[in-house]
């Protein structure tokens, strides 16, 4: 058995290296869950040096690997640190390397982990930045469908796990680690924002807030970060304990609307919201109204009775006030995404069946139905 362990040392670049890699993962496989003293620290020592090697392989057998250790009677033989040991080294190895993110198929044990550290991490037990932003990568951009549902059912307002997501915005923490937890918040974001009553204080919510719009300020503003930016905010938005904790200038995000999904949740909440029109209105950063009105309009034909009749209300005033020329812009806006719509449209045949080309159609039907709406109010 030493001499497989010595392979793990031996370089993997080779040709025919994939039974070399296989060889060892079964040998760790078995050790992991068949645990012996004497080979405990070598399978350690192996898994540390294989899972540095940046292959799709690797990265694919360390996933697996992980959970092996995850489960296995190494937890009642063995030291707790070891165990950590182990698990740092497969999630490191599975996660480390950009282009080989293996899915996330069940998110239990990763959370698990997540958690472990958060727990570490905020009572300050060394640094644990590295196997934290391993975990949150796995999340945030691997999680398929199946493990996006499954979050859902995570509960994630533990005083724990809301100190480790405070922990890893904190403008100190390495960006990538920071961009980790922008992307990671919209899958929890549900639980954390359309609650009855707050989970965190008043103090430690500003300060999240304060955390995260630098955190966005610090990284590309590129469409997914965009996305990943309008989910939180259209939940902190919809929040009675979030909303007045937004940094004002991060309404400037409401700018990038048009990229906002047609089934977003988040902004399903806003817009089915009638007490956001005066909230939003007093928010104290002009061109938040603006845009709050240019996103009900889109929306128009799927608001509920009275958030149009507010719409319609507030739109005549601005027809007749100062601001008459934002009605201009709105026109203009809903024009530019009926295009976009009606070009989409090209794609499929006059009559066609598909879902999608049945969404475009009755999208465009729901602008220009807006439009007539919004053109009665300008001229009137």
Request: charged residues 25%; proline residues 7%; negative net charge.
């Amino acid at each position: 058995m030493r001499s497989l362990w010595r392979e793990a040392k031996l370089p993997l670049y080779s040709r025919g290296v994939d039974p070399q890699i296989s060889r060892i993962y079964d040998k760790l496989t078995e050790t992991f869950r068949n645990p012996t003293p004497d080979e405990i620290d070598r399978a350690l020592e192996a898994t540390e040096l294989i899972a540095s090697f940046p292959r799709n392989d690797v990265a694919q057998k360390s996933y697996h690997l992980f959970h092996i250790v995850m489960q296995s009677p190494v937890f009642l033989a063995y030291s707790q640190e070891k165990v950590r040991e182990a698990c740092r080294y497969t999630v490191h190895g599975a996660y480390k390397w950009d282009k080989f993110l293996p899915w996330v198929e069940n998110p239990q044990d990763i959370l698990t982990f997540l958690g472990h550290h958060f727990d570490l991490a905020t009572r300050g037990d060394q640094n644990q930045d590295e196997p934290i932003h391993d975990a949150l990568r796995a999340l945030a951009y691997a999680s398929g469908p199946v493990t996006i549902e499954a979050l859902k059912r995570f509960d994630p307002t533990g005083p724990s796990f809301v100190r480790g997501i405070c922990y890893v915005f904190q403008d100190d923490k390495p960006f990538q680690l920071r961009k980790a937890a922008l992307f990671f918040l919209p899958l929890i974001g549900d639980r954390w924002f359309n609650t009855r009553y707050p989970i965190m204080e008043p103090d430690q919510t500003r300060s999240l807030c304060v955390d995260w719009a630098s955190a966005v300020d610090s990284i590309e503003p590129t469409p997914d970060v965009r996305g990943a930016a309008l989910a939180v905010l259209f939940g902190m938005i919809n929040s009675p304990h979030w909303r007045p904790h937004i940094v004002a200038e991060k309404w400037e995000l409401l700018e990038y609307f048009t990229s906002v999904p047609d089934d977003s949740v988040p902004l399903r909440r806003c817009i089915d919201n009638p007490e956001l029109m005066d909230a939003i209105r007093n928010v104290g950063y002009p061109g938040a109204m603006v845009n709050w009105l240019a996103i009900l309009w889109l929306k128009y034909k799927e608001l509920i009775p009275e958030v149009q009749e507010q719409l319609e209300t507030v739109t005549k005033d601005v027809a007749q006030g100062r601001r008459r020329t934002d009605v201009d812009m709105y026109l203009t806006v809903m024009d530019s995404e009926l295009r976009k719509a009606e070009g989409a449209l090209t794609q499929y045949n006059t009559w066609s069946t598909d879902p999608a080309a049945i969404a475009l159609r009755a999208k465009i039907d729901k602008l220009q139905q807006a439009r007539v709406a919004l053109v009665a109010i300008k001229g009137g």
